[in-house]
């Protein structure tokens, strides 16, 4: 069974920073795309960083220079460095992969900018 599990979500202050991270059991990132979306009430969830099989990455122009996307294979693990965050960067947070036709989500995890 498939599980990505994210964890690191808060409150933050404008400025801060915070570091996301997702694990994933019984699948291995190292073998196929991963991103991090967002969501906020509403809306539907948002591409906020990918990194292909390649392991060249692409940032929404909203976070470049602030966001960081790096991963441990050893672990199983990938993460998003969060710096200057703003207001507009308050959203749940989901980490995401696939295989063949199957999509795989984490649950989420709360992201909350605010002073």
């Known amino acids: 069974q498939v599980q990505l599990v994210e964890s690191g979500g808060g409150l933050v202050q404008p400025g801060g920073s915070l570091r996301l991270s997702c694990t994933a059991s019984g699948i291995a990132f190292s073998d196929g795309p991963v991103a991090w979306y967002r969501q906020t009430p509403g809306n539907q969830r948002d591409l906020v960083i990918q990194?292909?099989?390649?392991?060249?990455?692409s940032y929404d122009d909203s976070v470049k220079g602030r966001f960081t996307f790096s991963r441990d294979y050893a672990t199983n693990t990938v993460y998003l460095q969060m710096n200057k965050l703003e207001p507009e960067d308050t959203a749940v947070y989901y980490c995401y992969t696939k295989r063949g036709w199957i999509d795989y989500w984490g649950q989420g995890t709360q992201v909350t900018v605010s002073s």
């Open positions: 990194m292909f099989t390649d392991g060249t990455t």
